[in-house]
């Protein structure tokens, strides 16, 4: 059962890594956190702490909304670039983040932090295969995915990649007008430990994937 987090508890909860949820704090305030149900400690050394997905929730509620995206995988969600929190590039930002680089060190630590927190939260410690985060987070996740590995995000002209929600559970539809990106899309997905598939959209005809996270 869960209350809502006092001011200190927020702070905590607030200042969680933005990729991984691994949380920093003193005893007293991480083992609070855990007995409400926002923390977890992780049973193997060094045995850090973990937002749990009701963590994760309380977190997300104070930063800007972002509108729930449809069907139509238009031209992006309007989401600002500079939030002072990383995210991975969907496809179609009206403000993208800067290239070069600095951004570049951003997505390589945040895929390794991925890598990690799959180590440390999969059952069998498999860092071959989505974790929970990810099964939360499914744009974030794939989109993290194929801009780790050198693929290019839609810009303004849509052209490159463009992660979005699906109706159906679990999924998310990659789109990318060139056939070969697509389909080199797909394949890093698929090494990612996703399960893929590409399919033609009943109104338009254009082919997408449609990724999940792989279970076993």
């Not at 390794?112 to 498999?126: F, I, S, V, W, Y």
Request: aromatic share 4%; glycine share 10%.
């Amino acid at each position: 059962m869960t209350r809502a987090p006092t001011a200190a508890q927020r702070r905590v909860i607030d200042a969680a890594d933005p990729v991984t949820g691994r949380l920093r704090g003193t005893e007293a305030q991480l083992a609070a956190l855990v007995k409400w149900g926002f923390a977890f400690r992780h049973p193997r050394p060094p045995h850090d702490h973990f937002l749990t997905p009701a963590g994760h929730r309380i977190r997300e509620a104070e930063e800007p909304g972002t509108p729930a995206p449809g069907p139509d995988p238009g031209p992006g969600p309007a989401t600002p670039a500079a939030t002072g929190v990383f995210a991975a590039r969907v496809g179609g930002e009206e403000e993208p983040p800067d290239t070069g680089p600095a951004r570049a060190r951003e997505v390589r630590s945040a895929w390794q932090g991925l890598l990690e927190l799959r180590r440390m939260t999969n059952p069998d410690g498999a860092v071959d295969r989505p974790c929970g985060w990810e099964r939360t987070h499914l744009v974030q996740a794939a989109a993290l995915a194929l801009e780790a590995a050198g693929h290019r995000p839609a810009g303004a002209d849509l052209v490159g990649y463009r992660v979005r929600a699906t109706p159906q559970p679990e999924a998310v539809a990659v789109h990318e007008p060139d056939p070969g990106a697509l389909r080199a899309c797909a394949a890093t997905l698929e090494a990612a430990g996703w399960q893929v598939g590409e399919h033609n959209d009943a109104r338009s005809r254009a082919r997408y994937v449609l990724a999940s996270p792989r279970r076993a």
